[in-house]
């Protein structure tokens, strides 16, 4: 079925919007933004509903009551939509360890909701195989075992290694949309790549695999797009609490074309295929010590998170790094300082700023992005 | 009037620093490492000296410090939003380093990032491994989200103690691991932890001997520092607990900065950090109207002993996993609740406090829950004030003052109905 | 010789510059104070038009600059912090930096000498310690604006004001006043904790050592006073017409952008 | 006879309840609070005992005329306006002087404004706010900025200083100074002569007082004799509607959520955290930055058939964000409506807080009177908690100080026994 891009976009916004705002699919599991092995769930006939928070147009009542106004927003717009029903099919929640508002959160949930299936994730900051290998296959097996007992089936190694195809498939569909973004970002603008992403966390996987691919190939051929005079930047700090659509407007209206970005990692924190063979349970094992995207939820041994940003500086052609925080978030903005250091060490352009996901005024923000963007346009030529 | 433990916790204070200015010239070498769940006695044992950031930053705010540390460090681009602990101690480091007492701070050969109840820890030592570029011990400690220590989290900790932490310890150090005086150490602390419980319990008294909190954080300041696992500590301890049999047998309330107190018109208990910056006049706000805490839970972060945890010298690395994983604020927040709600019908309190503070997430998620969550398990109302550890900007004392006089004269008029 | 306007929309004031060539003709300021903004944007800009003596049609460009989008007969509109620092290399050559302190923003800019912003920082969210702020004590301590900044520099004892937000900083003031506490006193107070923000401000923004002070809050010499108490390390400058660098930028800029049109017409 | 005093010296305005033995409303008084507390405290407290005389007044007589009271009071108020507005003239004349601004100027524009007051107070002319300082500052602005030879800027300050020296004179024996000549101008005044008289001469004793509110530690009282806003609130709330069981108040810059028990007995409280944003000053900036008054900003919201969404209630950057939007095209009673579910959506998570909304429910300060504000608590009631019944009085604002009285009448009583 051919539809052009903009059907596409709309019919994801249609999709993502069923989960946050309608009835979720049944047997659908929650779990808050990343680290979540979503492969186990699938692998149980369950669905992955991955919650980002409630967007810019959730009125916030109950959630306000329980959250302090320096905390970010994301716990709050999720307890919303729970204490309001929206998430009454969900038949359980995964809170993986990203920080302590969602450890907390998942306490809260307990407290709130005693009757439903809420578990903690904890995710190993120790990488040898041996140590924080055994203790995140334990965790694993745990999730297995409670996965198993929701959906009612067992999950066996041929259902799990299906499962890990489907998501290789997934991922690899996402990096296809970067890499085209990356090439050419105002065929594929982010605002619009957004929308098909957000879509991924209430369709199944394999949906949502061909979603992503339509949508690359309406834009592809969409030649009424036409290249634009913008500055190349990377988007840092957006990994947890989304930022609202109108943020992303915002910033390319003041020309700036985002080449490559931290948003919806919960969909591709592991890089690159797992292995098919073998036990698919250590595979996901490994995926995690080896070749899981270092955010900052994570004890970056090395200052991994200054390499991972100057390498997709690099590869991507970027022109200038954008930090675009949600206020209050501790992880990435304690790890801020450091990856300025490490840009201004490399003499690469920044700038940086907040938001949170129901921000309704842009001003600021378009006269920040709008002058970083002027300054590398007009400039850089000399 | 100085009583005998005070003067000797301030002795022992000056003693660590001198040692710690020292440090340079005596070869020592220095470890630093965070409060929750810390391994003192590890440390110790291969004769490191350790330094608590926590604590300078806390000393920082007493002495009105703080506020140009963090100033500091926003300049240098470091968040409003974020925890002040780390920016007042980044602070400090650019302004020379110097420690509490007046006398500079050695450099770390260690950064010891024992990780329990707070995600904040870990990125703090990565910016000060880039301060001074040393080598980082992590020792990651999972969380209680069941409410319970569960075997495979125990093992974890074992694990990364013998694999990561101890082979770190020794390379530091250049000494070999002994276990032996490690247990002797663990001895000695199990030893001030029954005295610091006896202490904490004085509280069930009526009138309660002590303040549980704002005097609370000082009696606590040996065990849950550098002085764990120390002949210094037991001594401490025991001397402590003379006083207080003391004043009990004399039915004497807890001595605050302006002499003891008369009346006990109101039992609390408190959840959260106090704050640092305006100490005495926080402190005030509740003994002038006669309001004393019976219990807090910001005495409870480096250890539940009155829960019954003492650290056993015959599972020596067992009993540090144990403890680390023990932490009030690694627990789960139903068994925050539980606890909470246990101290107030145990301690016989007319109100809980719960302080809430801008920089610590660990803390203050969830706390308005909680605080829905006791009321209606306890029956006791509940208070809710916010601030901050170490940010002057964040304390208003007006509002602050009004929220408690609000609520005490809430709990009078309760009482007048009843 | 190009002759340009620039427009600063401001959320207190409008800013117009009228300049030709390498010149500024005529430079004029209308508050806002509860007006209608189009209304007042118009008188403004008729206001310079006549006092430059040009008629709009010698205007080669109308650039905009601040919230300019109302202004229908712009021709381009370049971002406050552009404008800025082409302003203040204008007024004020030798300066690498610009603080740029206006009714509810603060803007640090580091620039070159051909005025390319290298870097900057800016106040966002909590408004407080802006003009706006210091506009409201000063009307409720019934003093003129203008009179600010010399009464804050015979203040000797400087009441600091604690609360972040500007509202409840306003209660803090008006507990000073009921406690006898002198307007001199507490407005170095005031300038006191404002300058330290802006300081951050700065000092998060890079390093020049010579930096311009635009934007309304120039004028105020208590202000600046507290900025160079501060820092004895940075030097501040100050231009008679600081307040208006953003629209004289602007109008730079327009007439910069009027050339590279004419001469891509032109090939 | 005895009376009881109530003081609430509010962040934004301070009000002032009179009760008699029988804890039955006879005087009240409201004023903007000022930075001289003591003067605030005078000046509302002089404001409460000249409605006490009117009430005197009405109690006196033995037929009642409701309407020549009415229109009694209209003419004092006038004539205590036009008597502010001689010291303002006086003020401003001075300054001007030092200034070198032509007093033909502010004489000119004195005259207009006192021609303008006569109007105000016309019989069944409603008026932009209670308050001298409104009405005199929207009359002064407006004259002011049609003046060609003195700039604006320059006649603002001349204002701003003004009225401050002004506000902080009290207005001592103001019903002894006026009433006389309103009588006189008062058609059928000749049948209130007799019960005005007894009123003038009637000894009201004041028996106890209390204060309360945001400043009350700056009151001069006593400590005994100040009570927190919350008690005061809950008190107020449950004798004016006694089946009260939680009361929402929001002031000029805090908002409060208070559970009762069944005897008024406060059992819980939330109050708003440090941020200032979506209280009673938010509104106030917005009317500012509108230039309307305060009793505009309800029935123009009401207005609105396409609510805006908002989110941010931050007061400071509220004149910011409402220019932005009337940029974009977005309709000023939209935005107003949208920026007064958005105060009450603030309002509605400090009362989940607190502990919900149980039945009856009392809405009271300075906010409630805004019908706009009232409409979308209603809403929001209906659509989270079904239904409940909601007490509205005009008197809300009053609620502090008729609790702080209730504590003075009640603390002489068992001071008494
Ligand atoms: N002489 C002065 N002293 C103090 N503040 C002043 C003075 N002149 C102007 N201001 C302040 O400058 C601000 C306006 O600055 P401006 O740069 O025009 O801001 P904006 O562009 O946001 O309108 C006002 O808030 C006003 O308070
Ligand atoms: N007549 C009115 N119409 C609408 N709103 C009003 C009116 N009077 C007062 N208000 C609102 O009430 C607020 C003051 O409330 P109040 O309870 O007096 O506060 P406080 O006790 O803090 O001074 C004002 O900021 C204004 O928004
Ligand atoms: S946005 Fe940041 S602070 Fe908030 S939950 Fe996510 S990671 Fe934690
Ligand atoms: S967030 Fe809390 S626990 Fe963590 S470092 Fe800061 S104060 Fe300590
Ligand atoms: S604290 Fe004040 S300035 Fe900041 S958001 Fe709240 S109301 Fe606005």
């Known amino acids: 079925m051919a539809c052009t891009e903009s059907e596409c976009v709309a019919d994801c916004v249609r999709r993502a919007e069923t989960l946050a705002f309608a009835d979720p699919p049944p047997h659908s599991i929650g779990y808050m933004p990343i680290y979540v092995p979503r492969e186990l769930i699938h692998a149980a006939g369950l669905l992955p509903a991955g919650l980002y928070g409630g967007g810019d147009r959730l009125e916030i009542i109950r959630g306000d009551a329980y959250f302090q106004s320096y905390i970010c927003r994301i716990p709050r717009s999720t307890i919303e939509l729970a204490l309001s029903g929206h998430l009454d099919r969900l038949d359980g929640m995964l809170f993986p360890s990203i920080c302590d508002v969602i450890r907390n959160l998942s306490g809260m949930w307990q407290m709130l909701f005693p009757d439903r299936y809420v578990r903690y994730i904890d995710v190993p900051q120790n990488f040898d195989p041996a140590v924080g290998g055994r203790f995140w296959r334990h965790e694993l097996e745990t999730l297995r075992r409670d996965m198993e007992r929701i959906a009612g089936r067992p999950i066996d190694d041929e259902a799990l290694r299906n499962s890990i195809a489907v998501y290789n498939e997934n991922r690899a569909a996402i990096r296809e949309l970067y890499a085209q973004r990356s090439r050419a970002p105002w065929r594929f603008p982010l605002s619009e790549a957004y929308l098909v992403l957000r879509a991924g966390n209430s369709v199944p996987p394999e949906e949502h695999t061909a979603l992503i691919r339509d949508y690359i190939r309406g834009a592809e051929n969409d030649l009424s797009r036409r290249e634009m005079d913008q500055s190349r930047v990377v988007l840092a700090g957006m990994f947890c609490e989304q930022p609202p659509h109108g943020l992303l407007v915002t910033l390319e209206r003041a020309g700036c074309a985002v080449v490559d970005d931290d948003l919806f990692l919960g969909m591709r924190w592991i890089q690159g295929d797992i292995p098919l063979d073998g036990d698919p349970l250590q595979n996901l094992v490994d995926a995690y010590l080896t070749a899981s995207a270092t955010t900052a939820s994570r004890y970056s041994p090395e200052g991994h998170r200054a390499k991972w940003l100057l390498e997709s500086y690099r590869r991507n052609e970027a022109e200038g790094v954008i930090f675009c925080a949600p206020s209050f978030c501790d992880p990435a903005l304690l790890e801020q300082p450091m990856l300025v250091a490490a840009l201004d060490r490399a003499g690469i352009p920044h700038t940086e700023f907040k938001y949170s996901e129901d921000t309704g005024q842009f001003a600021v923000i378009r006269e920040q992005a709008g002058t970083f963007s002027d300054s590398i346009r007009l400039w850089s030529a000399s | 009037m100085k009583e005998n433990s005070m003067l000797l916790q301030k002795q022992l204070l000056a003693d660590h620093f001198d040692a710690l200015a020292r440090a340079r010239d005596e070869g020592k070498k220095v470890v630093y490492t965070f409060v929750p769940g810390n391994l003192n006695e590890l440390v110790r044992s291969f004769d490191l000296l350790p330094v608590l950031p926590e604590i300078n930053a806390l000393q920082s705010g007493m002495r009105k410090l703080s506020g140009g540390y963090i100033t500091e460090a926003e300049k240098s681009g470091h968040s409003e939003d974020v925890c002040t602990y780390v920016k007042c101690d980044i602070g400090m480091l650019r302004k020379g380093n110097i420690g509490p007492t007046g006398k500079p701070l050695p450099k770390p050969d260690l950064l010891l990032l024992s990780y329990t109840g707070c995600f904040t820890f870990m990125k703090w030592f990565e910016l000060l491994r880039e301060e001074y570029d040393c080598p980082v011990a992590m020792l990651h400690v999972p969380y209680q989200s069941e409410g319970r220590i569960e075997p495979h989290q125990r093992e974890y900790i074992v694990q990364q103690l013998r694999s990561e932490i101890i082979p770190k310890l020794e390379q530091v150090s250049g000494r070999e691991f002994d276990i032996e005086k490690l247990r002797s150490m663990l001895r000695l602390s199990s030893k001030a932890e029954d005295d610091l419980v006896w202490v904490l319990e004085s509280a069930k008294n009526t009138p309660s001997p002590i303040d549980a909190f704002f005097a609370g954080v000082y009696y606590l300041g040996p065990i849950f520092s550098a002085f764990r696992g120390t002949e210094d500590a037991v001594q401490y301890y025991r001397t402590l607990r003379g006083e207080i049999e003391e004043r009990i047998a004399n039915k004497e309330g807890p001595i605050t900065p302006d002499g003891p107190m008369k009346g006990e018109r109101y039992r609390l208990v408190v959840e959260g950090p106090p704050n640092w910056t305006s100490f005495r006049d926080f402190w005030k706000m509740f003994y002038e109207e006669d309001a004393v805490v019976v219990a807090s839970t910001y005495t409870k972060v480096g250890g539940l002993y009155d829960q019954g945890f003492r650290h056993d010298p015959d599972h020596p690395l067992e009993t540090l996993a144990d403890y680390a994983l023990g932490c009030y604020t690694n627990l789960s927040l139903p068994a925050r609740v539980d606890l909470l709600a246990r101290y107030i019908r145990d301690y016989r309190a007319d109100g809980f406090l719960v302080n809430s503070v801008k920089s610590c997430n660990s803390f203050s998620v969830g706390q308005l829950l909680m605080l829905r969550q006791l009321e209606e398990r306890t029956g006791v109302p509940g208070a809710f004030i916010e601030s901050d550890l170490v940010d002057p900007r964040y304390f208003s004392a007006a509002n602050i003052k009004n929220r408690i006089e609000s609520y005490l004269q809430m709990l009078d008029q309760k009482r007048g109905a009843a | ?267 | 006879m005895k009376v009881f005093v109530g003081i609430d010296l509010g962040s934004t305005t301070t009000k002032a309840v009179i009760l008699d033995e029988e804890e039955r409303v006879i005087g009240r008084g409201i004023t903007n609070s000022r930075s001289n507390y003591d003067v605030a405290c005078a000046v509302v407290r002089e404001e409460a005992f000249v409605r006490a005389r009117f009430t005197m007044i009405e109690r006196g007589l033995r037929t009642p005329r409701p309407h020549v009271i009415q229109d009694l009071e209209r003419n004092f108020r006038l004539h205590q306006h036009l008597e502010q507005l001689d010291r303002l003239r006086e003020a401003m004349l001075m300054l001007a002087a030092r200034r070198g601004t032509p007093a033909s100027i502010i004489n000119g524009i004195c005259d207009e404004m006192a021609i303008r007051a006569r109007k105000h107070f016309a019989p069944g002319a409603t008026r932009k706010s209670d308050f001298f300082r409104d009405l005199a500052a929207a009359d002064y602005m407006s004259l002011a900025e049609a003046i060609r030879e003195v700039s604006f800027e320059s006649l603002c300050a001349i204002y701003d200083a003004a009225i401050l020296a002004v506000e902080n004179l009290t207005l001592d024996r103001a019903f002894e100074r006026h009433i006389g000549s309103a009588l006189q101008e008062t058609e059928d005044g000749e049948s209130l002569k007799e019960a005005v008289g007894a009123a003038c001469n009637a000894e009201l004793v004041e028996s106890g007082s209390v204060g309360t509110g945001y400043g009350r530690q700056r009151l001069p009282f006593p400590k005994e004799q100040i009570r927190s806003e919350i008690l005061c609130h809950g008190l107020g709330a449950h004798a004016m509607f006694p089946g009260t069981r939680t009361v929402l108040d929001i002031g000029g810059q805090d908002t409060k959520a208070i559970q009762l028990d069944p005897n008024g007995i406060v059992t819980s409280f939330q109050m708003n955290d440090r941020c200032a944003a979506g209280c009673g000053r938010y509104l106030g900036y917005i009317a500012d930055e509108m230039n309307l008054g305060l009793h505009e900003l309800g029935p123009l919201a009401n207005e609105s058939r396409h609510r805006v969404k908002i989110n941010s209630t931050c007061t400071v950057f509220a004149g910011a964000e409402l220019r932005d939007r009337l940029a974009l095209g977005q309709k000023r009673e939209d935005i107003l409506a949208g920026l007064h579910r958005a105060i009450i959506l603030r309002a509605m998570s400090l009362l989940a807080r607190s502990g919900g909304i149980s039945d009856e429910f009392t809405f009271t300060g300075g906010v409630a009177r805004n019908s706009a504000a009232v409409g979308a608590l209603r809403d929001l009631i209906a659509e989270n908690y079904g239904a409940r019944t909601i007490n509205i009085s005009h008197e809300s604002i009053y609620t502090g100080a008729l609790g702080a009285a209730l504590f003075a009448t009640r603390s002489a009583v068992r001071g008494n026994a």
Request: glycine share 10%; proline share 2%.
């Open chain 3, 1 to 267: 010789m190009t002759i340009a306007a620039g427009i600063d929309v401001g959320s207190s004031a409008v800013k117009v510059a009228m300049i030709i060539g390498d010149e500024v003709l005529a430079l004029h300021s209308e508050r806002i104070r509860r007006r209608e903004l189009r209304k007042v944007i118009n008188d403004a800009y008729s206001i310079a038009l006549g006092m430059a003596n040009v008629k709009e049609s010698d205007l080669a460009y109308v650039a905009t600059t601040g919230e300019g989008e109302l202004v229908e007969f712009r021709r381009g509109h370049f971002y406050g912090m552009t404008t800025h620092a082409r302003g203040a290399i204008h007024l004020l050559p030798e300066t690498r930096a610009v603080l740029d302190i206006g009714a509810l923003h603060a803007r640090a800019i580091q620039m070159d000498d051909r005025s390319r912003v290298l870097n900057y920082r800016m106040t966002s969210q909590c408004a407080s310690g802006s003009g706006q702020f210091l506009e409201n004590v000063a009307r409720y301590l019934g003093i003129a604006l203008e009179e600010v900044g010399p009464l804050s520099l015979q203040g000797d004892a400087p009441e600091t004001v604690s609360s972040i937000c500007a509202v409840l900083a306003e209660t803090d003031v008006i507990n000073m006043v009921s406690r006898g506490i002198k307007p001199a006193d507490i407005l170095k107070g005031i300038h006191i904790s404002m300058a330290g923000r802006y300081v951050k401000l700065l000092r998060a923004s890079g390093n020049a050592t010579d930096v311009a002070i635009t934007g309304g809050l120039a004028s105020d010499v208590g202000l600046v006073e507290a900025l160079r108490e501060n820092c004895a390390d940075l030097r501040f400058h100050t231009h008679p017409d600081s307040t208006y660098a953003g629209a004289i930028g602007a109008a730079f800029w327009g007439a910069y952008r009027h050339r590279v049109l004419e001469s891509r017409k032109a090939s």
